[in-house]
């Protein structure tokens, strides 16, 4: 299982970012998907998931409404739109297969910075 974000980077407050995560070593539509984030000192916090059928979604309060979580089975791709960033969005990013982290399987993580 080989996961492998990109798409971080320097962002002033207010703007946006695309991250993106391919995966490889597994059925990719028949799982779940989540981006989650982690600050230095804290937890890695659930950002959002979707499904592997119906592309149901869910989303952490901090970032509903700003946030998109997509997936595209055919690319082996989950999608993170970020709109509307703020300075506490600033994290390191991770994807993962399925809704809790415990698959234990995560990519190298992509930064996102949010400041002016």
């Known amino acids: 299982v080989q996961l492998v974000e990109s798409g971080g980077g320097l962002v002033q407050p207010g703007g946006s970012l695309r991250l993106s995560c391919t995966a490889s070593g597994f059925t990719f539509s028949s799982y779940y998907m989540s981006w989650y984030r982690q600050v230095p000192g804290k937890e890695r916090e659930l950002v959002a998931s979707?499904?592997?059928?119906?592309?149901?979604?869910d989303y952490a309060d901090s970032v509903q409404g700003r946030f998109t979580i997509s997936r595209d089975n055919a690319k082996n791709t989950v999608y993170l739109q970020m709109n509307s960033l703020k300075p506490e969005d600033t994290a390191m990013y991770y994807c993962t297969r399925g809704r809790t982290g415990a698959s234990g399987y995560w990519g190298q993580g992509t930064q996102v910075t949010v400041s002016s």
């Open positions: 979707i499904s592997n059928f119906r592309g149901t979604t």
